[in-house]
């Protein structure tokens, strides 16, 4: 069974980092190009980050360039974004993607708040 389940959201302070993590089962997360997306109320979902399916090319939205990465770890099948210097607008659902064929995970909460 396909599967793919976000951890590791949560509330932090504006400046303050996460990591995500997005572990899969059911499929190989390195046959697949894996990307984060989030979504707030009312808007709709946008990318993130992506990373390739072969070797370690990645994708960022200019909105969070040189403050997020996405990576992957193959042997524990598992995606990750780190978040560092996090805004009050990167509040959002965040979603971990696998394409093609298409999987979503579940989403996890992030509040950047003071």
């Known amino acids: 069974q396909v599967q793919l389940v976000e951890s590791g959201g949560g509330l932090v302070q504006p400046g303050g980092s996460l990591r995500l993590s997005c572990a899969a089962s059911g499929f190989t997360v390195g046959n697949y190009v894996m990307s984060w997306y989030r979504q707030t109320p009312g808007k709709e979902r946008e990318l993130v980050a992506s990373?390739?399916?072969?070797?370690?090319?990645?994708n960022y939205a200019d909105s969070v360039k040189g403050r997020f990465t996405i990576s992957r770890d193959n042997a524990k099948n598992t995606v990750y974004l780190q978040m560092n210097s996090l805004k009050v607008e990167d509040t959002a659902v965040y979603y971990c993607?696998?394409?093609?064929?298409?999987?979503w995970g579940q989403g996890t909460q992030v509040t950047v708040s003071s």
């Open positions: 993607k696998a394409f093609f064929p298409t999987y």
């Open positions: 990373i390739v399916s072969a070797g370690t090319k990645t």
